[in-house]
């Protein structure tokens, strides 16, 4: 990571009776940088952002602002903002009063108040609107006052909670684009929590993959998708199949794994391993050929058209030989191959070549396909 | 942490004062039916269990009870599916006025039946005149009577849970039974009935729960029929002490099995829960015949049901002594109300009334509020505050009232016995206590509906825990406020029950200055402060209603 580290999360955990929600986490983020925590449901990543805000207190942890710990600090004297998964704009107040609320609290004189709260509604493209009720505001205006009302009072870290899944599909790429373009322009540091890899990879600089409350990988999304530190990365970014395979041979960071058919494939992977192995195949990472000897062979037996390629499922055929004393492996296995759009048709016999790339082997055996 | 620990504490001094409140009388009644200066004694139990009058009384009360129910459901539901579901000239009319008994205090109701269908009431008069008869044809006494009043009284909670319960409910259920071929009256039956059972049920334990209670209808038009808040009363007033305590707690069990037994019945709350789209739209009834029969039908009922009303106003402007034999008043002056302002006497019991039901309905807002916000902050006694609020529905208001006089006729501060009896502080502190649960419950729902995300914004925007009290909580709970004290209020302001064995001469309430009204035969006099009463409530309830709308 580039930068000063400006937030810093030392060793956080907090359990809720038997449950842990947060398991010894660690994150640091330079100041002006976007991070997503993504994760399934309960993954931790809620609680974490509501360890941040101030409305849990961690069991064990710190989190340092610029130096300073706040984690015992209650909300009010953290200087976060927050913009709520669903908003929770006052609903008795107006837009104005909505957004001046945060600088009432600071002491900010009411002369002044009037024009910063025009100049936040400026900055989300609602000027005038001071004195609209917001039940009479629609989705996305309210998302904007929730932002508006986040940031007015200028703090030192805005939290956003699922920020764009109450919006319609159609409002949220571009909602997405004026957020990323909103936050870029005041540079203030950022945590995003989202369940959206999509989201997550459009807005952020990095991204903490968060799994039963521990943090599975930090990094770019390039890192993510591209260098999976663990199966459960490789199978929640992206699409993956994956594949209970053999290792046979493992020496100068290529192992040597039996595919179904007894065919052999190289894959590239640094650390030792032992034992039956699970290869995790992105559907870039393979590619459709003329089945024959040598070659991964199955069959067609579903195709999804995507408009420049299409999706091909593969059944193939035989199964991995002595793959161990794993007795629950399938016989055949289905890998999610991406071809041109007429490279087959169902039913097609089919030959899969390794491309080199998109191809991440683990130890253990995993799910099925995932995603 | 800090705040958590200061929680606990608070949480913990608020049970100690409320179960001294709450618990504490009661448990000083139920030690006292079997303790005596000699020790432990059953003596008086084996008096109540060996005497047939008791038994008759508690069976009375229990039969009576179960026949209100059965018979304000027969009433109460008909009307709310009319009025909720099929179109007339006049519905929305009508179904306001059939839900006015809900403000109406019980004596004053019982006031209003007695002038319209007693012994020298019109309708009597009526039959009477054009019978020829030389006496009057009935005598509004008796079991028939008490459920007759009970059930025109009562009908009212089927009536509006009823339609509240139809007006939450998933249109689209009814449509997909439509479009799988079941006809109206299938689709009522095997679909909207079932749906409505939570709501029923619920009506059904407050009807048993009100109707255990009753203490107005059975004192004034039971005659030789006791049920056991009477008994309780003329127990009491004959000065067996001892037997009263076994009777209130003979009462209290009842009141709590009853409960109980209920509650079980009262089945899945989840069915009425999702609800989407638009409202259901009145149905028209398929004839000119069949519309007018739906008109005559509600418009009847409603004014069946508000006849006793009128009545009530007609008879408060009788000058005294002037009515007898005649079918209506021969003369009407405005005098009675007159009287209630210029006379002192007569104006100190409504500034009483007042002030104790003023002061009991603020300190049960601020109890609730107390229990609620800390409940809501999670602490440890968050449950055992809100069934301390809530015990006192299950409790008859006769056996708190004779539960608070023993506690507090005694002086013996180290175990936290005051004698209050007999002094102003009495009635308002058991008028708090019976408006712990009706405060409590609006209070309580108030905050469950409120989005805790709103406070946390607030905090989460530098605003400390008393600004967020006074610009969030507060204000969002502003409707839930008012209807919690519009029905405190209102509950005090007209209590009976409790006055009648806890008032004195300087602290007497409108409702015993009515009885003693009633007993100098002025019914003109009785009957204008029964309308006070009945207006004053009403004005608090529409006020508040008012308020609700503004916000809600």
């Not at chain 1, 991204?207 to 999976?228: C, D, F, I, S, W």
């Not at chain 2, 006809?183 to 009807?207: E, I, Q």
């Not at chain 2, 729960?209 to 209808?217: D, E, I, R, V, Y």
């Not at chain 2, 739906?294 to 009922?301: D, I, K, N, P, S």
């Amino acid at each position: 990571m580039t930068g000063s580290p400006f937030l810093r999360i030392e060793s956080l955990s907090k359990r809720f009776g038997a449950l842990a929600a947060v398991e010894d986490l660690s994150l640091t983020i330079p100041r002006g940088d976007l991070l997503a925590l993504l994760g399934p449901s309960g993954s931790g990543k809620t609680t974490t952002l509501r360890l941040l805000a101030g409305f849990e207190t961690p069991d064990q942890g710190r989190i340092l602002v610029d130096g300073e710990d706040v984690a015992r600090l209650p909300p009010a004297a953290r200087r976060f903002g927050m913009v709520f998964q669903h908003y929770a704009l006052f609903p008795h107040l107006d837009v104005g009063e909505n957004i001046a609320f945060g600088l009432a609290s600071q002491g900010v004189p009411a002369s002044q108040r009037v024009r910063r709260v025009a100049e936040s509604l400026e900055m989300v493209e609602l000027a005038g609107l001071e004195r609209r009720p917001v039940g009479a505001l629609s989705g996305g205006q309210q998302q904007r006052v929730a932002l508006a009302r986040a940031l007015a009072p200028a703090p030192r870290v805005l939290l956003l909670d699922e920020p764009l899944s109450n919006l319609d599909p159609s409002l949220r790429e571009r909602t997405r684009r004026e957020l990323r373009g909103l936050i870029q322009r005041i540079g203030i540091t950022t945590i995003l929590v989202t369940h959206e890899q999509e989201e997550a990879f459009d807005l952020a600089e990095h991204v903490a993959l968060l799994q039963k409350g521990r943090l599975e990988q930090l990094g770019t999304p390039e890192e993510l998708y591209g260098m999976p530190r663990t199966p459960f990365v490789a199978g929640f970014i992206g699409r993956a199949s994956a594949v209970p395979v053999r290792l046979v041979a493992h020496e100068a960071e290529v192992a040597r794994v039996e595919l179904p058919g007894a065919v052999l494939w190289e894959v590239q992977r640094a650390e030792p391993l032992a034992g039956p192995c699970v290869l995790y195949i992105r559907p870039e990472g393979v590619s459709l050929a003329a089945p024959g000897s040598g070659v991964v062979s199955g069959e067609v037996v579903e195709r999804r058209f995507l408009g420049a390629a299409a999706l091909y499922l593969v059944r193939t055929v035989g199964a991995v030989r002595s793959v161990g004393s794993v007795a629950s492996l399938a016989d055949a296995v289905t890998i999610e191959v991406l071809g041109a759009p007429e490279a087959a048709r169902i039913g097609d016999t089919v030959g899969l070549l390794p491309q080199g790339r998109g191809l991440h082997l683990f130890g253990g055996v995993g799910g099925d396909r995932v995603r | 942490m800090i705040g958590q620990r200061r929680r606990e504490i608070l949480g913990i001094l608020l049970a100690l004062v409320l179960a001294w409140l709450v618990v504490y009388p009661l448990g000083i009644v139920l030690t006292q039916a079997v303790g005596g200066p000699g020790g432990w004694t059953l003596e008086a139990v084996r008096r109540f269990a060996q005497e047939k009058n008791e038994w008759r009384a508690l069976a009375a009360s229990l039969g009576l009870s179960i026949a209100s129910v059965i018979g304000s459901a027969l009433v109460g539901v008909p009307l709310g599916v009319l009025t909720a579901r099929v179109a007339f000239p006049g519905r929305r009319i009508v179904a306001t006025l059939l839900g006015l008994p809900v403000v109406l205090p019980p004596l004053v109701g019982v006031l209003a039946f007695m002038f319209l269908y007693g012994e020298t009431g019109f309708i009597s008069h009526l039959v009477q005149q054009i019978g020829g008869l030389r006496e009057s044809p009935w005598r509004l006494e008796g079991p028939l009577a008490v459920l007759l009043v009970h059930v025109a009284t009562m009908y009212v909670y089927f009536y509006l849970f009823t339609r509240a319960a139809l007006a939450g409910l998933d249109p689209s259920l009814s449509e997909a039974a439509a479009s799988l071929g079941a006809d109206r009256w299938r689709t009522f039956r095997r679909v909207t009935l079932p749906l409505l059972r939570p709501a029923l049920a619920g009506a059904g334990l407050l009807v048993f729960m009100t109707s255990l209670a009753s203490f107005s209808a059975p004192y004034i038009f039971g005659g030789g029929f006791r049920v056991m808040t009477t008994q309780i009363t003329s127990t009491k007033l004959n000065g067996d002490d001892r037997l009263a305590m076994v009777e209130t707690a003979a009462l209290l069990l009842l009141a709590l099995l009853g409960l109980l037994l209920l509650r079980r019945t009262e089945g899945r709350r989840d069915a009425v829960g999702a609800r989407k789209g638009i409202a259901p739209v009145p149905v028209r009834a398929r004839s000119a015949l069949g519309s007018l029969g739906a008109a005559t039908l509600g418009w009847g009922l409603a004014l069946l049901l508000t006849l006793p009303l009128l009545t009530l106003l007609l008879v408060s402007l009788v000058p005294r002594g002037t009515w007898t034999v005649e079918a209506l008043p021969p003369s009407y002056t405005l005098g009675n109300y007159r009287a209630l302002i210029a006379d002192p006497v007569r104006l100190k019991p409504i500034l009483t009334s007042l002030w104790m039901a003023g002061a009991a309905t603020l300190a049960a807002l601020a109890l609730a509020i107390a229990v609620g916000s800390l409940s809501r902050r999670k602490a440890r006694s968050g449950r055992l505050l809100e069934g301390l609020l809530a015990l006192p529905w299950a409790v008859p208001g006769t056996v708190f009232a004779i539960a608070l006089a023993t506690t507090f006729s005694v002086r013996a501060p180290w175990v936290g016995r005051f004698v209050l009896v007999g002094t102003i502080w009495i009635l308002p502190l058991a008028y708090l206590v019976r408006n712990l649960p009706v405060a409590g419950r609006a209070i309580l729902a108030g905050f469950r509906q409120l989005d805790p995300a709103l406070e946390e914004a607030g905090a989460s925007l530098g605003a400390g825990k008393g600004r967020v009290l006074r610009r969030i909580t507060l204000p969002l709970l502003k409707p839930a406020l008012a209807a919690a004290a519009s029905l405190a209020f209102v509950t005090a302001f007209g209590d009976f029950v409790t006055s009648i064995m806890l008032y004195t001469y300087d602290t007497r309430p409108i409702s015993m200055e009515i009885l003693s009204s009633l007993r100098q035969a002025d019914v003109g006099q009785a009957a204008a402060f029964g309308v006070v009463l009945m207006l004053l409530s009403s004005a608090v309830f529409f006020l508040a209603g008012e308020g609700r709308g503004a916000t809600g």
